[in-house]
């Protein structure tokens, strides 16, 4: 055990699962909670090899397992990654790929798109994606990107909906006195003191 990343003072462990395609556990490892899991994955992956006798995997991580060292100890003939990719790391030729309006596509369909183009209602549920290969250090990789325009407006009506609600929080609470939270936190204060005085007043025992 060792002390955590965060700021909790119990001591924890980390622990790496391998599970299939049904999320059968195929093996695991477990080691201090303050160390980088990345190094972990390629052994996990050698005693999957040595234990069931298979050498051919495609292995689905998060960005946080997904360094350049693991993305090429699976990049072979019979191992292959997919993993997620933070389009803020990625090198601003390619951010500007991603983030561009144009050159979007569906399944099924050769017709090119424009996400500010989009049909707010007959394109609610359809997935859009761009692709290309890209070489980093060496290493070729198929970079897919993804839109989604219901959950784009899901998250922005979330959003307002919740900007709404915090000012109508806070015009509620401060419209009476028109001052500082601290103000009124004090104003509550010296109220409650006084309400109680009364009280005592009136029944001392």
């Known amino acids: 055990m060792a002390s955590p990343k ?9 622990m790496g699962l391998f599970m299939d395609a049904d999320g059968i ?14 190094p972990s994955l390629a052994p996990l992956e050698k005693k999957i090899i040595s234990d069931f006798g298979i050498d051919k995997l495609v ?4 960005s946080g397992l997904s360094s350049a060292s693991n993305r090429r100890f ?4 019979k191992r292959k990654f997919i993993t997620t990719q933070s389009i803020k790391k990625l090198k601003d030729f390619l951010k500007e790929f991603c983030l561009s309006d ?3 596509r569906k399944t099924g369909s050769k017709k090119t798109y424009r996400i500010s183009e989009l049909d707010p209602v007959e394109d609610y549920h359809t997935t859009f ?15 897919i990107i993804t839109f989604f325009s219901k959950n784009t ?13 915090k000012r109508a929080v806070v015009l509620t609470t401060l419209q009476p006195l028109q001052k500082g939270p601290q103000t009124i936190i004090n104003a509550y204060y010296h109220k409650s003191i006084s309400q109680g005085m009364g009280r005592w007043q009136k029944n001392p025992s």
Not at 129 to 143: A, M, S, T, V
Not at 153 to 165: A, G, I, M, Q
């Open 25 to 38: 556990p195929l093996a695991f490892s477990m080691f201090p909670g303050n160390q980088n899991e990345q």
């Open 6 to 14: 965060n700021t909790d003072q119990n001591p924890i462990v980390q």
């Open 102 to 104: 144009e050159g979007w």
């Open 153 to 165: 407006r899901l998250t922005r009506e979330k959003y307002e909906e919740d900007r709404l609600k």
């Open 59 to 62: 292995v689905c991580t998060d």
């Open 74 to 77: 699976n990049d072979t003939k």
């Open 129 to 143: 994606y761009k692709d290309r290969w890209i070489n980093e250090d060496g290493l070729e990789q198929h970079l």
